[in-house]
């Protein structure tokens, strides 16, 4: 599955939009990574027990939003984000999402 930021790709053309497509999780943070990150909170430096919950779970959302793109038939998705809300507190979800496309690759041109 090709992913992008942008808008389109260089080397592939989109021959048809399928929609938006997203995936998402609610993480809750547990106590006994707080009584850590309050102890670095302290002393200063990266909180990596957090670091390390926010990347599993823009994993997990990233790859449900390419099982949805998948079950459509995309084999792209341009204009891919995340985002976060707060659900309660002490909990958030994160949300990757983009719009599925179908692609073709490009031909290249020769120059004569």
């Known amino acids: 599955m090709l992913m992008t930021t942008q808008n389109r790709f260089e080397d592939h053309e989109i021959t048809e939009t399928l929609g938006v497509v997203k995936g998402s999780t609610i993480r809750s ?5 707080d009584i850590t ?3 670095r909170n ?3 430096g990266e909180i990596t ?5 926010m990347g599993e779970s823009r994993e997990q959302a990233v790859d449900r939003m390419i099982a949805e793109a998948e079950s459509q ?3 792209g998705i341009v204009c ?3 985002t976060t809300s707060t659900v309660m507190q002490a909990s958030a979800e994160l949300l990757a999402y983009g719009t599925a ?3 073709k690759q490009k031909e290249e041109s020769s120059d004569t």
């Open 80 to 82: 891919m984000r995340f």
């Open 101 to 103: 496309v179908r692609l």
């Open 49 to 53: 027990e957090y670091t390390k919950m």
């Open 73 to 75: 038939g995309a084999d």
């Open 29 to 33: 943070r547990h106590i006994g990574k």
């Open 42 to 44: 302290i002393v200063g």
């Open 37 to 39: 990150a309050w102890l």
